[in-house]
């Protein structure tokens, strides 16, 4: 009697848990489908294609920096946009440059260093903070600004938080859920990147194609990834 009883009670727990889990699932892809509903930047990635697509022709660069998830964010779409949209992109997610640059200058201060070594006038600087608030990208910001750069922001939290009233092009994600704005960042930059990829005259890469006994590969195709 007593084995059966427990054998019950193990089965009522793993439904409850089970419908728990079905109702966070449910709740949370909710949250998705409603903001992508809701939030139509359509006009502002078009500008930022623009953006990015004039600077290649003025051989000018797209620089993208991001904190944590964001600079994850930075290393993705930065590949991509060299590899799928032929953008030349760099960004600053070497371990040393940062350890060097923070301890001889500052964290607060390592994305304004690095983008005065590597930045130029009319290149387009992309910061990515959830929050808004960090303050090495709003010192980075204000470099970008003075520099005469084309300032784009990713942010979320705050609809005024301080860097996005920095940006010439702003992102937010009315949102305070880190995961949430990160994956709506990522989606915003990669959608930039196919779209310029699309629009794009030539696609196979220039370097590939002067090498000889070399296969083109198409940067639509997946390699290594």
């Known amino acids: ?29 909710s949250q998705y489908r409603k903001a992508l509903e809701e939030m139509d ?11 990015m697509v004039h600077a290649e022709r003025i051989d000018k660069k797209v ?41 001889d200058y500052g964290y607060e201060s390592w994305v304004a260093k690095a983008l005065e070594f590597h930045a130029q006038k009319e290149d387009v600087v992309v910061l990515i903070s959830s929050s808004g608030k960090s303050p090495n990208m709003i010192r980075g910001a204000e470099y970008a600004r003075r520099l005469g750069a084309k300032l784009v922001t990713f942010t979320g939290f705050s609809k005024n938080n301080p860097l996005k009233v920095l940006g010439h092009i702003n992102f937010w994600m009315n949102s305070k859920d880190y995961n949430m704005i990160e994956c709506f960042h990522q989606l915003w930059l990669l959608s930039v990147c196919d779209l310029i990829a699309e629009t794009r005259q030539e696609r196979i890469q220039p370097s590939l194609r002067a090498l000889p006994n070399t296969h083109p590969v198409s940067p639509t195709v997946p390699t290594a990834a």
Do not use: P
């Not at 727990?13 to 889990?21: F, G, L, P, S």
């Open 63 to 103: 620089i993208i920096v991001g904190n944590g998830g964001s600079a994850a964010i930075a290393s993705h779409c930065s590949i991509d946009l060299n590899k799928v949209a032929g953008i030349r992109c760099m960004t600053f997610n070497e371990a040393s440059l940062i350890t060097c640059l923070a301890n």
């Open 1 to 29: 009697m007593t084995a059966t009883l427990s054998k019950d009670l193990n089965v009522t727990i793993k439904r409850k848990h089970a419908t728990n889990d079905a109702r966070f699932l449910e709740h949370y892809f």
């Open 41 to 51: 930047v359509s006009r502002q990635l078009v500008e930022l294609k623009d953006m």
